[in-house]
């Protein structure tokens, strides 16, 4: 099945304790994509990747890392979580950018950092 | 600055009538135009697109329209039914970038 999935899904941890989210995709897809939602201010993209080893800032960036080392795998690091990185995030890829192409979703990680 | 707003945070509409969604935009550059669907606890999942080239796009019971001199898009899904109760993001970007705008999204609900 294809399908984008993220580990794990459901995270409390305190100030200060570096985690990571993993995503990763079944679809060969070239792009890849984290975002954040938060209450009235919708999907915010943190990184985005257009291939193995280009990454590149969103709108949101500041506190989170990525890498991109293999094609299907896109993790989002945060070295030092602070109570502001609470919220739910979203995986997503799509088989390529740049023309719009529609973005395949993974189900969320919700974070909580006390 | 919000470059994607959906100014609507809710609608609610009778089972069968006609939902429109809207959505505005501010920089004329984007051309590229999205609209996803979110169920809760769930991804959003993608519904249909529109490039600036055209000023519609249908499928199915979903059709896109968009109007680049007022710099807005709206969603019409006809007829209403209760599985389309969800929220609904707008999302913009401009072609040979990388970048994704999403608008804060509607929250659709359906009457039976």
């Known amino acids: 099945e294809a399908q984008v999935t993220q580990n794990p899904r459901y995270l409390i941890t305190v100030t200060g304790k570096k985690l990571t989210v993993t995503c990763s995709q079944n679809?060969?897809?070239?792009?890849m994509s984290w975002y954040r939602q938060d209450p009235g201010l919708g999907l915010r993209q943190i990184y985005y990747s257009m291939n193995v080893e280009v990454t590149d800032k969103g709108d949101v960036p500041e506190g989170y890392k990525v890498s991109r080392k293999e094609k299907r795998n896109f993790p989002l690091i945060l070295e030092s979580p602070s109570p502001n990185q609470t919220s739910l995030y979203f995986c997503a890829s799509s088989l390529q950018a740049g023309l719009g192409d529609e973005q395949f979703f993974g189900p969320g990680t919700r974070l909580t950092v006390l | 600055d919000q470059q994607v707003k959906q100014n609507s945070p809710s609608l609610s509409v009778q089972e069968g009538r006609i939902s429109i969604l809207n959505c505005d935009y501010t920089n004329s550059m984007f051309d590229y135009f999205l609209w996803y669907k979110k169920y809760p606890a769930e991804g959003p999942t993608f519904l249909i697109s529109?490039?600036?080239?055209?000023d519609k796009n249908e499928d199915g019971r979903f059709t896109v329209f968009l109007n680049k001199s007022a710099k807005h898009l709206s969603l019409h899904i006809v007829p209403s039914q209760p599985g389309d109760s969800a929220v609904y993001f707008c999302a913009a970007s401009i072609s040979g970038t990388y970048k994704y705008i999403f608008g804060t999204g509607t929250r659709l609900k359906v009457l039976a």
């Open positions: 679809m060969n897809h070239e792009y």
């Open positions: 529109i490039s600036s080239i055209k």
